[in-house]
């Protein structure tokens, strides 16, 4: 099991910029892709990004690609989101999440743990 903790969240306008990070322990964080999530006010938990154990791959959701960007430090143990030109929409929970395998998944049921989510509102 993997315990992670997310940070960075916050209240920003549409068109700023915002890093989320977060920390892991318990495992061997190079072992293991890392995904970010993101939940609504009353809609499903969808996949945003994910990058593979190495970092050599990444993938992302169609609403974020081209502003949001995945990257990982295993020597800290850290996963990154940065995101850019932020829209109301992307109003959410973020929740980072340690991935069953080092390869690069999408689906929720290909992540094992998962943090306990940090808010991220954009205001227009």
């Known amino acids: 099991q993997v315990q992670l903790v997310e940070y960075g969240g916050g209240l920003v306008q549409a068109g700023d910029s915002l890093r989320l990070s977060c920390a892991a322990s318990?495992?061997?964080?190079?072992?293991?892709?890392m995904g970010w999530f993101r939940q609504a006010p009353g809609k499903e938990r969808e996949f945003v990004a994910v990058?593979?154990?190495?970092?050599?791959?990444?993938a992302y959701a169609d609403s974020v690609k081209g502003r949001f960007t995945i990257s990982r430090d295993n020597a800290k143990n850290t996963v990154y989101l940065q995101m850019n030109t932020l829209k109301p929409e992307d109003t959410a929970v973020y929740y980072c999440?340690?991935?069953?395998?080092?390869?690069?998944?999408?689906?929720?049921?290909?992540?094992?743990?998962w943090g306990q989510g940090t808010q991220v509102t954009v205001s227009s």
């Open positions: 999440a340690a991935g069953r395998a080092p390869f690069v998944v999408t689906y929720i049921t290909d992540f094992g743990s």
């Open positions: 318990g495992r061997t964080f190079s072992n293991y892709a």
């Open positions: 990058i593979s154990a190495t970092g050599r791959s990444t």
